[in-house]
């Protein structure tokens, strides 16, 4: 079975920007969470979808917002970029939400 | 705040020996306790959990050592091999499992 896909691998935006991220999870798995890893540090979480519901969301301002679509599918969706806003960005879907499974990332880079 | 506190920062193990890395939590709802494993340039992947209700689990070379009184957990990696040379990271959650909280992360080196 493919793992979770994630796309595109690299990113170069400008500041104010705005970007989409695509993930696509393990076949079968309902559950979608969005996390953030700066260089040197571990993930932090952003959003978790179950079946198109948002089931948790951490503490990132609401130009990050996110969705789920009938396929399982998830989009975050990032406005008005920051220099800070560059990081890895990991997709991880599970079948409830535990067992979490993280795709290769997104890698974010503002200038 | 920090809910769960990895220990140590990076560390480096000669090949064959024991590598342990520790982790502390805040939250006792806290009841599902993985470990993962990532290579730069990867997504970290999963290795080994644990639920509170058992004191230890074991899979090949990797054992998690659970102590919910002190709440505190750790990785053991037995027979350390240089492919074993990766950045760990230890994470908590509750019962829903809607937002995992991670540790900062420990980088392993084992020399050959």
């Known amino acids: 079975d493919a793992g979770v896909t994630q796309s595109p691998t690299h990113l170069i935006k400008t500041r104010g920007q705005q970007v989409t991220l695509r993930c696509s999870p393990i076949?079968?798995?309902?559950?979608v969470s969005w996390y953030q890893q700066v260089l040197g540090q571990g993930p932090q979480f952003i959003f978790q979808?179950?079946?198109?519901?948002?089931?948790g969301r951490g503490n990132f301002p609401d130009r990050f917002s996110a969705r789920q679509f009938p396929n399982y599918s998830s989009e975050l969706n990032v406005n008005a970029l920051l220099l800070g806003d560059s990081a890895l960005y990991l997709c991880?879907?599970?079948?409830?939400?535990?067992?979490?499974?993280f795709g290769p990332g997104t890698r974010l880079t503002v200038t | 705040q920090q809910q769960v506190k990895q220990s140590p920062q990076s560390l480096i193990v000669q090949k064959g020996g024991i590598s342990i890395i520790n982790c502390a939590y805040e939250?006792?709802?806290?009841?599902?306790f993985p470990w993962y494993q990532q290579f730069p340039g990867k997504g970290p992947a999963l290795l080994i959990a644990i639920r509170p209700d058992v004191s230890e689990k074991k899979e090949g070379r990797f054992t998690i050592s659970f102590n919910k009184s002190a709440k505190q957990f750790s990785l053991h990696i037995m027979d350390s091999q240089p492919g074993d040379s990766a950045t760990y990271f230890c994470?908590?959650?509750?019962?829903?499992?809607?937002?995992?909280?991670f540790g900062t992360g420990t980088s392993l080196t084992v020399i050959p």
């Open positions: 076949s079968g798995h309902k559950s």
């Open positions: 991880a879907s599970s079948w409830t939400g535990d067992e979490q499974y």
């Open positions: 979808y179950y079946e198109k519901e948002e089931r």
């Open positions: 939250n006792t709802a806290f009841d599902y």
């Open positions: 994470a908590a959650t509750l019962n829903t499992g809607n937002q995992f909280y």
